[in-house]
């Protein structure tokens, strides 16, 4: 059975503070996607991967992609409040066109 | 910007009645999937078409839900009847058959009282 694990599930911390999250899959895969939720919104696309040591970045986020470790990690750098939401990865396979989903990280920058 | 469009934004209804969500994906995304996302959960995937057809609709509660893509195109999901725990935001989701393009629309969220 397919897992997406990501950890912390919370996470809270001080403004100008780096924190990296992690999303660990069970099985091969050939995209992996970074999302961020908002509060009662759908989810908004920041980061596609799609190959082994891709590293993406915009803004304070930087994503990265180890597909022999199984592993996804969204770095922020210097956090600032607008970047409170909840982050989810999800895991992508070719075949079928599936998706399956992390159990998110809601995230909580305090001034 | 292309975008999936979904409607209504909001929907309240009672137990025990029918309601039913609609989705337009972009134009030339054969691929469509629906999400059910319980607060506080990542989205779990309900159905997902090709074209007209079903590809995966394992998680799809059959006893009350339904999904259509007649034409190929635009999508409905009912539930019939509603329970209480059917309260969650719905989400449709499209992309080109490889999988790349995969976007969200604004979701439906669905509360039954």
């Known amino acids: 059975e397919l897992k997406v694990e990501q950890n912390p599930l919370f996470l809270s911390m001080q403004e100008g503070k780096n924190y990296t999250i992690y999303c660990n899959y069970s099985?091969?895969?050939?995209?992996l996607y970074w999302y961020r939720q908002d509060p009662g919104k759908s989810l908004e696309s920041l980061f596609v991967l799609l190959s082994n040591g891709a590293v993406k970045q915009e803004g304070r986020l930087m994503a990265s992609l180890d597909t022999k470790a199984r592993l996804s990690t969204l770095h922020i750098t210097a956090a600032v409040h607008d970047l409170s939401a909840t982050y989810f990865c999800a895991v992508g396979y070719h075949t079928g066109n599936q998706f399956y989903f992390g159990t998110g990280t809601s995230l909580t920058v305090i001034p | 910007e292309a975008e999936v469009a979904q409607s209504p934004r909001y929907k309240i209804t009672e137990k025990s009645q029918a309601v039913a969500f609609w989705c337009d994906p972009i134009s030339g995304h054969a691929t469509l999937y629906w999400y059910r996302q319980i607060l506080g959960q990542g989205p779990e995937l309900l159905v997902q078409?090709?074209?007209?057809?079903?590809?995966?609709d394992s998680q799809l509660p059959k006893d009350r839900f339904s999904a259509e893509r007649l034409k190929g195109v635009d999508s409905t999901l009912k539930i019939q009847p509603a329970e209480l725990g059917d309260s969650a935001m719905y989400l449709c989701?499209?992309?080109?058959?490889?999988?790349?393009?995969?976007?969200f629309g604004s979701g439906t969220r669905l509360t039954v009282v």
């Open positions: 989701a499209s992309s080109l058959p490889s999988g790349n393009g995969y976007t």
């Open positions: 099985t091969t895969s050939d995209r």
């Open positions: 078409f090709q074209d007209e057809s079903v590809v995966d």
